[in-house]
């Protein structure tokens, strides 16, 4: 074993993670069949010329990753000139490549629409974190009695469901009491009014409940598991023969040590939790990354494609350190281990 | 056969079974039930697109004319035949990997978990989508690929389980007398460790059948299937306006269906080989002796009782 401290290790992954991915990133969308200048810009008139240009301000002449002839002729410069080094030189400055559809800079694309799936995927897994830790705790109370017994079979339910079809399912409940789509009603009121952030909060009930139910059954049934194993740990035993009474045993006992698992659980499905954004996203026309991914692939985009991916990878990675930093604060066990 | 036993005693589980037997008799006998053959091409009368339920079709017809009820028929085909075999190749490479990597420790155990916790964060289906935009939509692509991705909780629940089963003694006494590693992996290792691998591999068919109806419904389904997700993608962009929901509302229903079956069995079977604890302090006594009493009659041949958590 390493004797690594834990943080540097997991900062360390985090920082390979993401260079795999960007790499990935780069090698996928680079081995598309056909000319990737006449992929990349779809437009048949393009001149012999105006191609060639394109070739070199994307570097495309270049060779893909390393110049070998170059780096035995022992000049590095050159031979670390090439489309990956282009590729990663754009990507620092923030450049993304503009999009087929409607020629607007990616970049700008996504800054537009991030925040927006922020929200949805932020208020929902708030919900389902919520929903999932208060009925779980409850079921393994209760275990064995009806409440557990219901409460199980609504987990299993939600599980197998799968995210998009809860959503539609939703949207024909809620027909004429909640807004069927999008995220403003359009002309409604000025952006940054009160008015217009209720006027969003209205339009985010839906898609917010269908995410949150959709977590909070693996959330429950995971809470629901721990909690029972706790609530036969002798130190509960104890705390009941000093006489504490039952909430307070959950509250103080059980509560906070199953938090733990809850936290890696959480962060483990984060990636899975931006799936199911896509998915609502598309139900409900929320115009956030993920329907914007899902309009790319209708129509072959690949710029915006590769970069909502790079996006959102980028974003459950960074996440997941951001989970095991809490973790380690919330145990601190891991930091000696 | 024990297991078997175990399971027949689980209602939720036989429900499970039940439920699925149902899909797979849809499956593999679509053409006779079917009152209409899906693949063939219609011309429908206009009176005939998007109709509502009627005794010709008895679940409506979709935006071509198409009968409904033979299209969900068809439809068990693709997601079971999707969910079985990605599930299968998972599982082999999950076993695969779970067993080198918790049997021989170290380095390569390492490096194995390491691509494992690299693939756990990388979200799953912004990838399987991106991969499947570029390379094309088809069948064998998207169970290809789906397979590839999907071993890596299967691999963290086998290697769990060898750590603990290597330690026991008669896989010491096995390499004491000289038995090859190969040779205990295969025999003696990976039998202990099997029935916990099918319980997760069931539950898997679930996830996979349901990876593949997201794919479909976001549109990137093999176009030349009719497979509920791409039922559900057409109905959701041609008939939800046009409130069809005869169209809307059965392929969804058919995957809750097979993934709850899947799901009912793979719990189940789960509870069979990991059994957790069956009581605990909260509880009244009262309620306790209720709970413990019926101590299921011990086999007459015990397995080895898979106790440690994975």
């Known amino acids: 074993?390493?004797?690594?401290?834990?943080?540097?290790?997991?900062?360390?992954?985090?920082?390979?993670?993401?260079?795999?991915?960007?790499?990935?990133?780069?090698?996928?969308?680079?081995?598309?069949?056909?000319?990737?200048?006449?992929?990349?810009?779809?437009?048949?008139?393009?001149?012999?010329?105006?191609?060639?240009?394109?070739?070199?301000?994307?570097?495309?002449?270049?060779?893909?990753?390393?110049?070998?002839?170059?780096?035995?002729?022992?000049?590095?410069?050159?031979?670390?000139?090439?489309?990956?080094?282009?590729?990663?030189?754009?990507?620092?400055?923030?450049?993304?490549?503009?999009?087929?559809?409607?020629?607007?800079?990616?970049?700008?694309?996504?800054?537009?629409?991030?925040?927006?799936?922020?929200?949805?995927?932020?208020?929902?897994?708030?919900?389902?974190?919520?929903?999932?830790?208060?009925?779980?705790?409850?079921?393994?109370?209760?275990?064995?009695?009806?409440?557990?017994?219901?409460?199980?079979?609504?987990?299993l339910l939600a599980w197998a469901l799968p995210t998009f079809f809860l959503g539609i399912i939703l949207l024909l409940l809620a027909r004429g009491v909640l807004p069927a789509g999008g995220m403003v009603t359009p002309g409604y009121a000025q952006p940054g009014t009160l008015a217009y952030w209720l006027d969003v909060a209205k339009h985010l009930i839906l898609p917010a409940t269908t995410l949150a139910i959709v977590n909070a059954s693996g959330y429950m049934l995971i809470m629901r598991s721990s909690t029972v194993e706790i609530l036969a740990e002798d130190y509960i035993l104890t705390a009941k023969a000093k006489g504490l009474s039952n909430l307070r045993i959950l509250r103080d006992h059980a509560l906070k040590n199953a938090m733990l698992p809850m936290v890696t659980l959480i962060a483990l499905t984060l990636g899975y939790t931006v799936g199911g954004a896509i998915q609502v996203e598309t139900v409900f026309s929320w115009p956030g990354i993920g329907r914007l991914v899902y309009d790319s692939v209708a129509k072959q985009d690949y710029p915006v494609l590769q970069g909502a991916f790079l996006l959102l990878a980028v974003s459950v990675i960074l996440a997941n350190l951001l989970a095991d930093i809490l973790y380690s604060a919330l145990d601190p066990r891991v930091r000696l281990g | 056969m024990n297991y078997l036993r175990q399971f027949a005693r689980k209602p939720m589980g036989m429900i499970g079974a039940a439920m699925l037997l149902v899909v797979v008799a849809a499956a593999i006998f679509a053409p006779l039930i079917a009152p209409y053959d899906p693949y063939a091409r219609v011309r429908a009368a206009p009176d005939q697109i998007l109709a509502p339920p009627s005794p010709q079709h008895i679940l409506g017809t979709d935006d071509a004319g198409k009968d409904v009820f033979s299209q969900l028929l068809y439809g068990a085909r693709v997601s079971l035949l999707v969910g079985f075999t990605a599930s299968l190749v998972s599982m082999v490479i999950g076993s695969a990997v779970g067993l080198v990597a918790g049997y021989y420790g170290g380095k390569v155990d390492t490096v194995l978990m390491r691509v494992v916790d690299f693939l756990l964060v990388i979200p799953y289906l912004p990838l399987v989508l991106v991969i499947i935009a570029v390379w094309g939509r088809g069948l064998w692509k998207i169970i290809f690929v789906i397979a590839i991705l999907g071993w890596t909780f299967t691999a963290r629940l086998v290697r769990a389980q060898t750590l603990s089963v290597k330690q026991r003694q008669y896989i010491l006494r096995a390499r004491a007398i000289g038995a090859s590693n190969p040779r205990i992996i295969l025999r003696h290792v990976l039998p202990q460790v099997m029935p916990l691998i099918v319980a997760q591999t069931v539950l898997d068919i679930s996830a996979t059948i349901l990876a593949e109806a997201s794919l479909s419904f976001l549109g990137l389904g093999d176009p030349t299937l009719v497979s509920w997700g791409n039922m559900l993608n057409f109905a959701f962009e041609r008939a939800i306006s046009r409130q069809a929901w005869w169209f809307l509302l059965p392929p969804g229903f058919a995957i809750l269906w097979v993934s709850l079956a899947l799901i009912l069995i793979g719990t189940s079977l789960e509870e069979i080989v990991n059994p957790r604890i069956r009581s605990h302090h909260l509880f009244d006594a009262r309620r306790m002796v209720a709970l413990v009493l019926p101590v299921p009659p011990r086999p007459v041949n015990p397995p080895e009782p898979v106790k440690e958590d994975a």
Do not use: C, H
């Open chain 1, 1 to 155: 074993m390493t004797r690594t401290g834990y943080l540097p290790r997991k900062l360390l992954f985090a920082l390979v993670t993401l260079g795999i991915v960007i790499t990935f990133n780069f090698v996928l969308f680079r081995v598309l069949p056909g000319d990737p200048v006449k992929m990349l810009f779809r437009n048949p008139r393009l001149t012999q010329e105006a191609q060639e240009r394109i070739r070199v301000q994307f570097g495309l002449d270049k060779p893909m990753f390393l110049d070998t002839e170059a780096l035995l002729n022992g000049d590095l410069g050159a031979a670390f000139d090439s489309q990956f080094t282009a590729y990663l030189r754009n990507l620092a400055q923030g450049n993304l490549g503009v999009s087929f559809a409607n020629r607007q800079d990616v970049g700008e694309l996504l800054r537009e629409r991030v925040w927006r799936t922020v929200l949805l995927v932020f208020s929902g897994e708030l919900l389902a974190i919520f929903l999932g830790m208060a009925v779980g705790l409850l079921a393994a109370w209760k275990r064995g009695t009806r409440i557990d017994a219901a409460a199980l079979i609504l987990g």
